[in-house]
């Protein structure tokens, strides 16, 4: 680990250039980069940078899948003094506009071949008078860094110079399930010191050899992600996208040793080692999410891939890490809760009015310190919505403490749904139906009643080679759960939507 703690992501580059410059930073198509090649490369990216204009307070904007262009990219805009704003490959041409408009980005660096979409020509009709040039990362890059004067330029220092804690490091957007996306301004000083602690409770070291699905354009894989990688010393294996049979290939291939995701993610790899068996002997940690992680999953994934440091974990967007388990906590607790406030954070249980609630009752968890946000771009009403007056984000999740200060995550707020009079809480039921031996995977929602107001409606995910019916698994439900929990209706499907990040799109369930 980095030792003391660099001012921002581009000294944290330089320092670990000169900490372990022979050391592989990141392994692409078989292909290895030093950590002092990552550090040149990204200086001359900087240099043609500057070279365009591109300067402090600017924004310049990536939309594309992790690559280790990307990292470059995005250490070079840094070291410039701007913003990097990060667009999900799935939006539409309309909804890159929108955010490309909103944060005045000037340079956008993008792609074309990615499952063939040329994303350049999405944005063609967009009226985006800020921006002054795309350059395509799988095409241009090296062409565009020959532009400036290369990984010597004296300018990059000077820009350098003029960065500290409190510059802005990036802009990431809100997934967009309650409204229209929010820009989440963020800081080195709030990025760097989680990112650090994170980095110690999952025990990320030197030579780790990190498999970075979870893209690049979202919290959990850029700042817990590649930047850890440099912080840590380990080596970052970028995937373009999950794909479970790609994913073995590099774990057995390039004996990866550690690798977060969503429950999505291991449960894929899951079902494939019952169907065949392959080697996940290298594995030994990574981290899953909160709110819908059952505890027979996290028990699978610890003792059938042997991920024995495998850790529970929970942040958001506004806030990179807001609790984590430790080394050492035993496997219940583990499995059952995201851990207590990250170093440098409190976090509370709360009610509606923002008053903390007694230990082991349920309400929102909020959050204070040095990981919050600094707000929503251009929206301080949204800002003043979401962080109080004493500072504490809430963050729309609801969770219990126990008094230990572990937090559970019940759900998200927004998917409760009441069913005759009864609060049902659905990943509190996905957790119940994960225990049935023929479900992989479930993901629950509650659909209009005319009697009860509304009740549960479940898509399940059967394993390989299992079968269940509907009434089968209504009699398991109602054996196992408490009669308002228990699903009206199931529906067998071969896969649950998801966004890019791996999450179950609940939105697009219940509209269908």
């Given amino acids: 680990m980095l030792d003391p703690l660099p001012a921002t992501i581009p000294h944290a580059a330089q320092a670990a250039a000169a900490t372990w410059p022979d050391a592989p930073s990141v392994l692409e198509n078989g292909e290895v980069w030093s950590f002092a090649e990552l550090w040149q490369r990204s200086r001359a990216a900087a240099s043609a940078l500057i070279a365009r204009g591109i300067k402090a307070g600017d924004r310049v904007a990536i939309w594309a899948p992790n690559s280790r262009e990307w990292i470059v990219a995005a250490i070079a805009t840094m070291a410039c003094g701007a913003a990097v704003v990060t667009l999900n490959t799935r939006l539409k041409g309309r909804e890159a506009g929108d955010i490309l408009r909103r944060t005045n980005a000037r340079l956008l660096f993008t792609v074309e071949g990615f499952l063939g979409i040329d994303y350049r020509a999405l944005i063609v009709d967009e009226d985006l008078p800020a921006l002054e040039g795309t350059v395509l990362l799988d095409r241009e890059f090296d062409a565009f860094m020959r532009d400036g004067r290369g990984a010597g ?45 994170w980095c110690a409770n999952t025990r990320l070291t030197e030579g780790d050899r990190y498999l970075i699905a979870n893209p690049f354009f979202h919290s959990f894989g850029m700042k817990v992600g ?141 959050v204070r310190g040095q990981g919050v946000m600094l ?101 398991w439900s109602r054996e196992n759960m408490a009669n308002y929990k228990v699903p009206r209706s199931f529906v067998l499907v071969d896969d649950l939507p998801r966004n890019a990040s791996g999450k179950v799109l609940k939105t697009e369930l219940r509209a269908g």
């Fill in 153 to 197: 330029d004296p300018a990059v220092d000077a820009a350098m110079a003029q960065i500290d804690a409190d510059t802005v490091s990036d802009i990431l957007f809100t997934s967009g399930t309650t409204g229209s996306p929010k820009g989440v301004l963020m800081t080195y000083g709030r990025v760097l010191p989680q990112a650090a602690v």
């Fill in 226 to 366: 590649w930047v850890a990688c440099i912080l840590a010393g380990a080596v970052a294996v970028p995937m373009l996208q999950f794909d479970v049979g790609q994913a073995i290939d590099l774990i057995e291939r390039e004996r990866i040793t550690f690798m977060p995701g969503p429950p999505t993610i291991f449960q894929m790899l899951l079902a494939e080692l019952d169907k065949r068996k392959w080697d996940c002997s290298s594995l030994r940690g990574g981290t899953t999410g909160a709110a819908t992680v059952p505890p027979a999953l996290v028990e699978r994934i610890r003792n059938d891939l042997g991920m024995v440091d495998l850790i529970t974990a929970y942040g958001m967007t506004e806030c990179v890490n807001i609790t984590t388990c430790v080394p050492g906590d035993d496997a219940e607790t583990i499995a059952r809760t995201c851990g207590k406030a990250f170093p440098g954070n409190e976090v509370r249980i709360a009610d509606e009015n923002g008053n903390e609630l007694p230990r082991g009752e349920a309400g929102e968890v909020l």
């Fill in 375 to 475: 707000g929503y771009l251009d929206n301080p009403e949204a800002t003043a919505e979401a962080i109080d007056a004493a500072g504490w984000l809430h963050t729309g999740d609801v969770g219990t403490m126990d008094e230990r200060g572990y937090v559970r995550i019940t759900d998200r707020m927004k998917d409760l749904y009441i069913s005759g009079g009864f609060n049902v809480y659905p990943a509190e039921v996905e957790k119940l139906l994960a225990e049935h031996p023929a479900i992989g995977m479930a993901a629950v929602v509650g659909v209009p009643d005319e009697r009860l107001g509304e009740v549960g409606r479940a898509f399940v995910v059967l394993r390989p080679g299992a079968s269940a019916t509907e009434a089968e698994l209504v009699a």
